[in-house]
């Protein structure tokens, strides 16, 4: 087996690059838009043949939701036309691919874990990009596997924790949206599930929800994380969208039904609480270690 990893500088990029290197180190080829322009057909299917690449684990996305209302080109050539590009080269090479997707293609309106056979209606240019994304890759490539996920966090790059435990460091209150239930996802736990679904004895095509288990606001999870960091100087109050307005409508519920991973690849996901100490572990670990550099 050899790997291809795209997007490989962002969070589950570097997670994946972890857990990848820990279980079968040595086969898997890690790339970025430096390294390799995937909106550039002609480009990844040089670097592909070259690779005699067999499995191919597409991260790599434009993920900033508000700018991609005005930045639509760029947001449509990234997960849309890039995504038809591993298609087709893959298709013709034989090359697997696993595509990664977002909670963000439904529009919020049930009130029941979404599950793959849901209808989408995307309300945000970044929603209606991954959706054609999907659309591309399965008509082009049905033995692919996409894995739709939300609310992603890591130790790294930019998110949702990381803000929070900045702005609690710096402000004395903050408001929090308190009206969009989701579930946040460790990187690291998307990251052992990619995994155990590639080292699988079975390829079974087709969309899947991943996330942690459990739901909750996005209230709900930026006080977790002052919780968990022993934050009790900094006031978190409870905002309605409404009060909170931005460029990109974001779906009011998108929580994922995780049955369908989790039984055909025998998959156990934790609770969404716990992964995200195991997160805020993390970040201390590198605090304390950076503070003994400059020590």
């Not at 508000?66 to 997960?79: G, H, P, S, T, V």
């Not at 702005?167 to 209150?173: D, N």
């Not at 990619?194 to 209230?219: D, K, M």
């Not at 002052?226 to 009011?252: E, G």
Request: charged letters at 25%; aromatic letters at 10%; hydrophobic letters at 35%.
């Amino acid at each position: 087996m050899k790997i291809l990893v795209t997007g490989a500088y962002g969070q589950l990029g570097r997670e994946l690059h972890k857990v990848l290197e820990e279980k079968h180190p040595g086969i898997t080829t890690y790339t970025d838009a430096d390294t390799l322009d995937i909106t550039d057909r002609k480009s990844l299917s040089t670097f592909l043949e070259r690779g005699d690449f067999t499995h191919i684990i597409n991260c790599a996305a434009f993920t900033a939701v508000d700018k991609a209302e005005n930045d639509q080109a760029l947001c449509y050539r990234i997960n849309s036309e890039a995504v038809q590009n591993i298609a087709s080269v893959a298709a013709d090479l034989g090359t697997k691919v696993l595509h990664i997707s977002t909670d963000y293609v439904f529009d919020g309106k049930s009130y029941c874990p979404y599950r793959e056979s849901d209808k989408v209606n995307p309300l945000s240019v970044y929603g209606n990009s991954k959706r054609k994304g999907e659309i591309l890759l399965l008509s082009m490539y049905p033995d692919a596997i996409i894995i739709r996920t939300g609310w992603l966090y890591s130790p790294h790059g930019n998110n949702f924790v990381k803000t929070m435990l900045r702005l609690g460091k710096e402000r004395k209150e903050i408001g929090v949206v308190c009206d969009q239930i989701g579930t946040p996802t460790s990187a690291r736990d998307l990251a052992e599930a990619i995994t155990a679904v590639l080292f699988s004895r079975q390829w079974i095509p087709g969309i899947y929800h991943f996330s942690n288990e459990g739901a909750c606001s996005w209230y709900d999870f930026a006080g977790m994380v002052f919780r968990l960091s022993n934050n009790d100087k900094c006031l978190l109050k409870p905002l309605h969208s409404d009060d909170y307005p931005t460029v990109a409508t974001r779906p009011h519920y998108s929580v994922l039904d995780k049955s369908l991973i989790k039984k055909t690849y025998n998959i156990t996901i934790p609770f969404w609480v716990d992964s995200l100490e195991k997160c805020l572990e993390s970040l201390n670990a590198e605090v304390k270690t950076d503070e003994q550099k400059l020590s």
